[in-house]
């Protein structure tokens, strides 16, 4: 099967071209460098998790790994240095990425969001309007620029909503 490289779906409402021009009081400048960048990742199939890792730190990119929601909100909470990006799977024994993000939102309120799941149906309308979401399986390239993309763009501060699962969803 053969994956695009421009196809992971932005939830955002800024686009590339919108670029300095689009900025707004109370934003959050990009984060561009990899070297100085942390991203934690949330993912429980571990061959996913691994395969993310070694993209990213190809890149220079500093990571932080949780296998389940649980665990990357008590490295979120215990870890001193920034966290630039939140990079969760959306579905997660124990706690689902979008509880996760509100819970290190909270705490972490610059912290920029992508989620990724095999699982799209209705997730899109249930995330917060300042993330990324990308359909796994995703080509590499996809994982690249959705990572670049977010990081390069200013941050509104939102947060997801109260309860996303609002609705009768439920965690896997």
């Known amino acids: 099967m053969r994956y695009g490289y421009r ?7 800024y ?15 990009p984060v561009q460098e990899p070297e100085t960048t942390t991203i934690l990742i949330a993912e429980d199939d571990a061959r996913i998790r691994d395969l993310i ?25 215990a870890h001193d ?35 990724m799941s095999g699982y799209s149906n209705g997730l899109l309308k249930m995330l917060d309007r300042n993330c990324l979401f990308i359909q796994k399986p995703f ?10 993309s977010t990081l390069a763009k200013p941050l509104r501060r939102t947060h997801l909503l ?4 609002a609705g009768g969803h439920a965690t896997a």
């Open 81 to 115: 240095g920034p966290i630039d990006l939140l990079l969760s799977d959306v579905m997660m024994p124990e706690l689902d990425g979008p509880h996760l993000a509100a819970i290190v939102q909270d705490a972490r309120p610059d912290i920029r969001l992508i989620f």
């Open 162 to 165: 109260a309860d996303p699962w």
């Open 15 to 29: 686009s590339a071209a919108e670029g300095q021009s689009g900025r707004q009081e109370g934003d959050v400048e």
């Open 53 to 77: 890792g070694r993209i990213l730190e190809k890149l220079g990119y500093r990571l932080l790994m949780a296998q389940d929601g649980k665990e990357a909100a008590e490295i979120a909470a």
């Open 7 to 13: 196809s992971f779906t932005a939830t955002g409402k």
């Open 139 to 148: 080509h590499p390239g996809t994982l690249i620029e959705a990572v670049r």
